[in-house]
């Protein structure tokens, strides 16, 4: 799963500083003043600052303080990323998966998601790997950038999911569910987690919790003030009307037989990763 850095309201606190202006206009952002946020990261987004074009990106995205405006967005992240600022080039990359304010285009998303990762995005680690999972190419890879987000950030749903669906695609069922069951107690408002759980579980034989999850996640898609962020989001980019009809679908006849699984992990995927077994989801 995909993760949007806007979401993340602390992130001001991992930055270093860049003048007396940012780190007021970030403290005015954590402290929820988005309107004194705006008054002091505008003139420095006018001179061309990247992190003032980027904060008033997350700032429009995210409609705080203001109504939210994807293409209004777009254009200051756009302007932070060909700056080269990082965590500006991973959203950019998303903006362009799920055509938030620009034209969907997965090529521009991969190229921006990649220019993150070179610069050690953590973020676009995980939404470079999963856009290759999701299209079953360079697997291998995938599961280092994944493995490193998670241990990086064990916190985070959409590694977790990334880390599961990994797991699922490669034939590992039930190493897969207490990942994606952990994602899905962390993101309950996500229909595609709780799709992934749901086909890990009819995989392991568990047809009852399996059509749980189906059903959860097809009532997240029909209603969306239940949304997350992110499941929003991703219902934009894949339309909602489509991936309803694909979850009804699924209710009703279950999961056709599983693809041949595409092989073993590299090494060191998974060891040590801080995942606990079991699973208690409360969608029933």
């Given amino acids: 799963?995909?993760?949007?850095?806007?979401?993340?309201?602390?992130?001001?606190?991992?930055?270093?500083?860049?003048?007396?202006?940012?780190?007021?206009?970030?403290?005015?952002?954590?402290?929820?003043?988005?309107?004194?946020a705006l008054v002091l990261f505008e003139p420095l987004a006018r001179s061309g600052d990247p992190e003032a074009?980027?904060?008033?990106?997350?700032?429009?995205?995210?409609?705080?303080?203001?109504p939210r405006d994807d293409a209004i967005a777009?254009?200051?992240?756009?302007?932070?990323?060909?700056?080269?600022?990082?965590?500006?080039?991973d959203l950019?990359?998303?903006?362009?998966?799920?055509?938030?304010?620009?034209?969907?285009?997965?090529?521009?998303?991969?190229?921006?998601?990649?220019?993150?990762?070179?610069?050690?995005?953590?973020?676009?680690?995980?939404?470079?790997?999963?856009?290759?999972?999701?299209?079953?190419?360079?697997?291998?890879?995938?599961a280092a950038l994944i493995a490193t987000a998670v241990r990086s950030a064990p916190e985070v749903a959409a590694y977790l999911d990334s880390l599961g669906w990994l797991l699922y695609q490669m034939g590992h069922y039930y190493e897969a569910v207490p990942p994606l069951c952990e994602a899905a107690k962390r993101d309950p408002g996500h229909p595609e987690v709780a799709a992934h759980l749901g086909d890990a579980y009819w995989r392991i034989g568990n047809a009852r919790e399996a059509?749980?999850?189906?059903?959860?996640?097809?009532?997240?898609?029909?209603?969306?003030?239940?949304?997350?962020?992110?499941?929003?989001?991703f219902l934009h980019g894949v339309g909602a009307a489509g991936?309803?009809?694909?979850?009804?679908?699924?209710?009703?006849?279950?999961?056709?037989?599983?693809?041949?699984?595409?092989?073993?992990?590299?090494d060191g995927t998974t060891g040590d990763l801080p995942i606990q077994p079991g699973c208690e989801v409360p969608v029933s």
Avoid at 5 to 25: K, N, Y
Avoid at 104 to 120: K, T
């Fill in 211 to 233: 059509e749980l999850q189906w059903r959860h996640a097809l009532v997240l898609a029909e209603d969306p003030t239940l949304l997350s962020s992110n499941g929003a989001d």
């Fill in 1 to 36: 799963m995909k993760r949007l850095l806007a979401l993340i309201l602390l992130i001001a606190s991992l930055r270093p500083a860049f003048g007396d202006a940012l780190e007021d206009g970030w403290a005015a952002y954590n402290a929820g003043d988005y309107a004194r």
């Fill in 74 to 89: 777009s254009g200051y992240v756009s302007n932070a990323a060909e700056a080269g600022y990082p965590p500006a080039q």
């Fill in 243 to 266: 991936w309803r009809a694909a979850m009804a679908d699924r209710l009703a006849r279950g999961l056709a037989d599983p693809p041949v699984p595409a092989g073993a992990l590299p």
């Fill in 92 to 142: 950019l990359g998303y903006m362009y998966d799920f055509g938030l304010g620009l034209p969907q285009n997965p090529d521009l998303a991969e190229r921006w998601y990649q220019r993150a990762v070179d610069a050690g995005e953590i973020n676009a680690m995980n939404n470079l790997a999963y856009s290759w999972l999701s299209q079953g190419r360079r697997l291998g890879e995938a």
């Fill in 53 to 66: 074009n980027y904060a008033l990106g997350l700032i429009h995205a995210n409609g705080l303080g203001v």
